[in-house]
């Protein structure tokens, strides 16, 4: 890719003529195949979606490439109506990055969801997969809208967009449990978007204008009472949508009940969504004075995540629930991000040009948590379709089972622990670096435990179901029991309708046994008695995109932090400017950075399909990680 | 200050009296259904206040849509939530610290945001002379029809998106195995003679009104939305009525309905990259005639939309409603 | 006072009375009319706004105008979903509100479920149900509760506060 980078600037030049008609894509494509699906309805549904993939991820890498040529954001007024009158869309190094974790996200989760939500032969149509297939494109476009918008009502319309299709993916199933969780989530998102909509009419109220780049230059360095009233409102309304303590009630049981491939989405990107709102209200729109004043208030609340989320963890019986508190803890670091970022200490001394260390670690939090929480969840879903449930403690054998799951399961882990080699690290030590650098070692204190605590959690996953077999043997009693007597239970759900696509399984499975002697599937022949049994079979493409996915977290570790200077580009607000004082070197880097820092991007797209391959001119992790960026 | 301004203030002040009591009450009275009786008045009131706020495109979409449809969304879930119980009166009692926490928390909310409001800057930003200087390049009259098909048009066309995937997400929700039933919650029973007579006399006026509203859309208040959800109110009518059967979501006809509005939008929309220049630009000279078609599709859409969501969810198979 | 800052005045405590409504509501349906009442004072605010920037001969102006305009739609949307969202689960498991508690795992004897259980293939995570009953308990709501449960209990469940 990165050979093709510099022998065909004339391609990429030529590239750049479609630039605008590449930003609308990014929104126009996943609506319209939305609009198709729907109208179509039934398999066309699916394979709508499943065409628009490839599509939207090249559309993705596609605008990351052509603004990492340029070297300058990408900018874009519909309808060739000027802000303030119009709308504006732009894509700058950060929502770049964000498009293509999208992009990768909802290939990966789109592949493995084909299993379970294939619309049976002898149904025209059924509920669950076309509502699947139809929300997940509209939930792209949401997405996309919410990470290129730079109008505040139009972003306002694209978070009720991805609320609207959040909540339904929560109670795809109907029981009442998750029909109780996405009313609750409902209700929190809705008390969200009132807030923020009351906050951008006030903005307007104060300055005439919604555009973000045009609001801040308005404000210069002092706001109006109204314009802090305004972006409170706004931030507690998306905290609410973020899931921040004390506004995350709703979220362990919402992503925990849905089924896995919603889960993952609803985990890895919906809730990234809010957050880039409160990142760009207080990083792009405010200035940087009163950041620095609530940063430390935003950052305890993350703190309080961190730790409460992470013993809540410890605390659950079920593995989907464990994942979820996760969630809430990793979503604490996040915020962490602020008092590091803005910190007085930081910006007189930032004055030789580097990449602030909380600005990447935060970064890279946030896209490793997306890959790493999205492997979780899908590994998850595997689980409880091999073992047919999710209890921790019951799960004694999945390594014989469904090793590849447990091995992503583990290298997930480790991403999300912080432990090297992985995206997790490298993030969590940027934080850390950040945090010893501008004195503020309570934040140290607060990310060490946290990365305890995930140790704690994940370690007794882990222990469950590498270890667990002898225990089961002395339980086989009980657990065999209890295992066959479900299968009576189990068998319906087996229904045609959402049965696995490679195998449909006949709606009453006899025995577990006889689906699990299947060849070409895991873990088959070798149930012994005692020994936790498959209850149906899982298909090992379905285990290699979970991999995929964690491989790609950890991958992310091993990426010279050098090429996360994409991420400086087009940094507007009154903070960036300060952090980042030479604004030119930034863009020249984009274009001449070395090789290896340009190809972990096109190569860990290209390695979804494909089995993962070393990256290429990959940098050592660690020393590369500790080193300062040049 | 003349006496036609001292009655208008005292008009006004009545009127803002009345909607904070009628919503004070909506909140504490013990009825429910009474609640959402008083959310339908409420919601007329505060459709004079946009009237009085120089608004009269947002009132009439207040009056259909804030007042009416919601009204009647929210009747149709009210006959089908169990009724509240003297539950209440003993879990009130416990949960005190929290209702008195919460009316802390909404005081000094309203206080805070009143303060904000009252002293918004002066002299206060406005967009109105610059609408003014571009309305001529839109070839429409109604400024606010321009900011909605022109200036902002990327938000009506999200917006119809939003009733889409509202209407999928809806749809979501019905009962496993009853995909193939007709919506089940408006038709009534047994209908008043007098309701069905309504439903009988009332749409070729409620068609012509909306037609009307539709048509001067681009010079005076109204346009699609106020049109498209007249057209869902009346048909909503007749289903109650029992005139019509509704539809089912299996049923291809609506689904075309829906989506043939934000279609025909992002059509043009995309041609316009070719034939103006932009993503929603317009070409020059077919301003008018242009709008006016995605205006028309749009209007079909939004009724097919707010209707197939008024007329509701079958009842899930097995269920007491769907022995009945 | 004018009328602007009188009707400013009325938004901000619509807002209020909303926001109360919203948290303190003893059943959902309460909820969902207290949020489109914080909605119409939003909307208020907005067109106070407007009202505000009146001018080039325009009553007001007509760029928040237009915004209310969408954003009444959009809250239309919102309350249809919500909607739905509470009728089926009083359909389902009888109880009205986001915290009343659905009925805990009914003890049953083991044996094939009467109906397929809907949705996926997985079955809902619920804290503290064991694995049998979960989804029973969407079906089978009038079981008699097990015996250890504390009395109080028993009448939350099923209402609707």
Redesign the interface.
């Known amino acids: 890719m990165t050979p093709l980078l510099i022998e065909n600037g004339d391609l990429l030049a030529g590239l750049g003529v479609w630039s ?2 590449l930003l ?1 894509s990014l ?2 494509l996943p ?2 195949a ?3 699906g ?2 179509l ?1 039934g398999r066309a549904a699916e394979r709508i979606t499943l065409l628009t993939l490839p599509l939207g991820l090249a559309l993705a890498i596609a605008v990351a490439v052509l603004m990492l040529h340029q070297g300058t954001p990408l900018s ?6 000027e802000p ?4 504006a869309l732009r894509v700058d190094g950060l929502s770049a990055l964000l498009l293509l974790t999208t992009a990768l996200v909802i290939t990966g989760v789109g592949l493995y969801a084909c299993a379970d939500f294939a619309t049976s032969a002898d149904v ?5 997969p ?2 699947f297939w ?2 997940l494109l ?1 939930l792209w ?1 949401a997405l996309n ?1 919410v990470f290129i918008g730079q109008d505040l ?2 972003l306002y ?2 978070i ?2 991805l609320t ?2 959040a ?2 993916l929560v ?2 199933k ?1 029981s009442a449990e998750t ?1 109780q969780a996405a009313l609750r989530y409902l209700l929190f998102a809705l008390l969200g978007s009132v807030l923020y909509l ?1 906050g951008a009419a ?1 903005l ?6 919604l555009d973000i780049g045009q609001l801040a230059a308005a404000m210069g360095s002092s706001a ?3 314009a802090i ?2 972006v409170v409102l706004m931030t507690a309304g998306l905290l609410a949508k973020t899931a921040l303590v004390p506004l995350h009630l709703w979220l362990p049981p919402a992503h925990a009940g849905a089924p896995a491939a919603a889960s993952a989405v609803l985990s890895a990107l919906v809730v990234k969504g809010s957050f880039y709102l409160v990142f760009r209200l207080w990083i792009d729109l405010m200035p940087l004075a009163y950041t620095q004043q609530i940063a430390q208030g935003l950052a305890t609340l993350g703190a309080v995540a961190i730790l409460l989320g992470g013993i809540m963890a410890i605390r659950q019986a079920r593995l989907k629930m464990l994942i979820a508190y996760s969630t809430l803890a990793q979503l604490g670091y996040l915020f962490l991000i602020f008092p590091l970022l803005v910190s007085p200490v930081m910006v007189p001394a930032l004055a030789d040009g580097s990449t602030p260390a909380a600005w990447t670690g935060g970064i890279l939090q946030l896209v490793s948590h997306a890959f790493a929480k999205a492997s979780m969840f899908m590994g998850a879903g595997l689980i409880m379709i091999a073992l047919g449930h999710d209890r921790i403690a019951d799960l004694g054998g999945l390594g014989r089972l469904l090793p590849i799951t447990l091995v992503a399961f583990a290298l997930s882990g480790l991403s999300l622990m912080g432990l090297p080699p992985s995206g997790g690290f490298a993030a969590k030590w940027l934080l850390l670096r950040a945090a010893i650098e501008t004195g503020q070692w309570w934040w140290m204190l607060v990310i060490l435990l946290g990365g305890v605590l995930t140790g704690v959690y994940l370690y007794r996953v882990l222990v469950s179901a590498s270890f667990g077999g002898a225990g089961a043997v002395v339980e086989a009693g009980p657990t065999s029991d209890r295992q066959s007597a479900s299968v009576p239970e189990l068998a319906p759900e087996a229904l045609p309708e959402l049965a696995s696509a490679p195998s449909p399984e006949p709606a009453s499975a006899p025995s577990p046994r006889s689906s699990s002697e299947r060849p070409g599937q895991t873990g088959q022949a070798q149930s012994v008695q005692g020994q936790p049994r498959l209850q149906r079979p899982v298909a090992r493409s379905r285990e290699l995109i979970v991999l995929t996915l964690a491989l790609i977290a950890i991958a992310l570790g091993m990426v010279p932090l050098t090429s996360f200077e994409i991420l400086q580009i087009g940094r507007g607000g009154e903070a960036m400017a300060m952090l980042e004082p030479l604004a030119e070197p930034v863009g020249l880097s984009a274009v001449e950075l070395p090789p290896s820092g340009l190809t972990p991007v096109p190569s860990v797209a290209g390695s979804l399909v494909a089995e993962m391959e070393p990256l290429p001119g990959v940098a050592g992790s660690l020393p590369s990680a500790a080193e300062p960026l040049p | 200050m003349n006496a036609v301004a001292i009655l ?2 005292l008009t ?2 009545v009127l ?1 009296v009345s ?2 009591m009628l ?2 009450w ?2 504490l009275t013990p009825d ?1 259904l009474r ?2 009786v008083g ?1 339908l008045a ?2 007329i009131l ?1 459709a004079l ?2 009237m ?4 009269p ?2 009132a009439l ?2 009056a259909i ?2 007042g009416g ?2 009204t009647l ?2 009747l ?3 006959a ?6 003297a ?2 009166a003993f ?2 009692r416990d ?1 005190w610290p ?2 008195l926490l ?2 802390l ?3 000094v ?6 303060l ?6 002066e002299p ?9 200087t ?1 309305l001529p390049a839109t070839a429409v009259d109604n ?2 029809t ?3 098909m ?7 066309l ?2 119809t ?6 209407l ?10 009853a ?1 193939f039933q007709r919506a089940g ?1 408006l038709p009534l029973r047994e209908p008043a003679p007098a309701l069905v007579l309504l439903g009988r006399v009332l749409p070729p006026f409620g068609i012509l009104t909306a037609v009307h509203l539709f048509w001067i859309g681009t010079t005076l208040p109204g ?1 699609k ?1 106020q049109a498209g959800a007249l057209l869902a109110a009346i048909w909503a009518l007749v289903l109650i009525a029992g005139l019509s059967q509704p539809m089912a ?2 049923q ?1 006809l609506p ?2 309905l ?2 043939m509005g ?2 025909v939008f ?1 059509a043009v ?2 041609a ?2 070719w034939l ?6 317009y070409p020059s000279g077919l301003e008018k005639p242009l709008i006016l078609i995605i205006e028309a599709v749009l209007m079909l859409s ?1 009724a097919a939309a ?1 209707g197939l ?1 008024l007329a ?2 079958p ?2 198979p ?2 007491l409603e769907q022995r009945r | ?21 919203l ?8 909820k ?3 949020f ?2 914080l909605g ?1 004072g939003v ?3 907005f ?17 928040p ?6 954003g ?10 919500a ?6 689960l ?3 498991a ?3 509100d986001v915290d009343d508690q659905l009925l805990p795992a009914p003890k049953i004897t083991l044996g094939p479920m009467p ?1 397929p259980p ?2 996926t293939e997985e079955r809902p995570a619920s804290p503290g149900a064991v694995a049998l009953g979960e989804h029973a308990q969407s079906r089978v709501v009038a079981v008699v509760p097990p015996a250890d449960r504390d009395p109080d209990d028993q ?2 469940a ?4």
């Open positions: 605008d008609e609308v929104l126009v609506v319209l939305m609009l198709l729907f109208v309805g874009y007024d519909i309808g060739g109506w303030p009158l119009g709308v025209k149509e059924a509920r669950a076309l509502a139809t929300l509209g476009a809208a009502f139009n319309v694209a009720e967009l609207f299709t909540v339904p109670c795809l109907g029909l009351l006030l307007y109220g104060a300055y005439g204008t109006e009472p109204a009233a305004a | 208008g203030l006004d002040l803002a909607v904070l919503s004070i909506i909140v429910r609640a959402v959310f409420n919601g505060i206040v946009w009085r706020l120089g608004a495109d947002v979409t207040e849509i804030g449809l919601v969304l929210l149709g879930a009210s089908r939530v169990p009724p509240e119980s539950r209440n879990a009130d949960r929290l209702h919460a009316a928390l909404a005081a909310v309203a206080v805070g945001l009143a904000v409001v009252l002293n918004l800057p206060a930003p406005s967009l109105a002379s610059a609408v003014a571009e400024p606010v321009a900011v909605l022109a200036f902002r048009a990327v938000d009506t999200f917006e998106v939003v009733l889409v995937v509202a999928i997400a809806f749809w979501s929700l019905i009962p496993e195995g995909w919650w346009g939305f979501a299996a291809r689904r075309l829906v989506v934000p279609t992002f929309g995309l316009g990259f103006a220049g932009d993503f929603l630009a939004v707010l969501i509701g969810l009842p899930a097995g269920s | 006072m004018t009328a602007v800052d009188l009707f400013g005045l009325l938004g901000s405590l619509l807002v209020g009375i909303g926001l109360y409504g948290i303190t509501g003893a059943c959902a349906l309460r969902i009319v207290a489109n009442l119409a909307f208020l605010v067109g106070v706004i407007a009202r505000r920037g009146a001018g080039a001969g325009f009553p007001g102006d007509p760029v105008q237009a915004l209310v305009i969408t009444l739609v959009v809250a239309f949307a919102a309350t249809a979903l909607v739905g969202l509470l009728v089926r009083a359909e389902s009888g109880v009205g109906e809907s949705g009448t939350i099923g209402s609707c506060a």
